[in-house]
Nanobody, 119 residues
Framework: QVQLVESGGGLVQAGGSLRLSCVASGSIFSINVMGWYRQAPGKQRELVAEITRGGTITYADSVKGRCTISRDNARNTVYLQMNSLKPEDTDVYYC?????????????WGQGTQVTVSS
């Protein structure tokens, strides 16, 4: 089992920045991928960015050049630095981890943190 606690969401004006943090606890040795997804009401949850244990990073096209994902394995924490925010970035952001295949590649989700970008 892995527990995830997110922080850093809030209200920001367009063009501003936010930094999301997610701390993992529990069976942290089993974690492979850490990342962020977002979801608007009535829409599917979509990937924002993710980073593997080995450091391979994937970004959604919509955030490339504006967001930076990083991971501190010693602190069991993944960060998402979001710059040049746009109103269309308004969503609930969810931290996600995927366990290593040895542990069944299970997914765990945080409770979500609201990001609101005003125009």
């Amino acid at each position: 089992q892995v527990q995830l606690v997110e922080s850093g969401g809030g209200l920001v004006q367009a063009g501003g920045s936010l930094r999301l943090s997610c701390v993992a606890s529990g069976s942290i040795f089993s974690i492979n991928v850490m990342g962020w997804y977002r979801q608007a009401p009535g829409k599917q949850r979509e990937l924002v960015a993710e980073i593997t244990r080995g450091g391979t990073i994937t970004y959604a096209d919509s955030v490339k050049g504006r967001c930076t994902i990083s991971r501190d394995n010693a602190r069991n924490t993944v960060y998402l630095q979001m710059n040049s925010l746009k109103p269309e970035d308004t969503d609930v952001y969810y931290c996600n981890v995927v366990l290593r295949p040895t542990f069944g590649s299970h997914r765990y989700w945080g409770q979500g943190t609201q990001v609101t970008v005003s125009s």
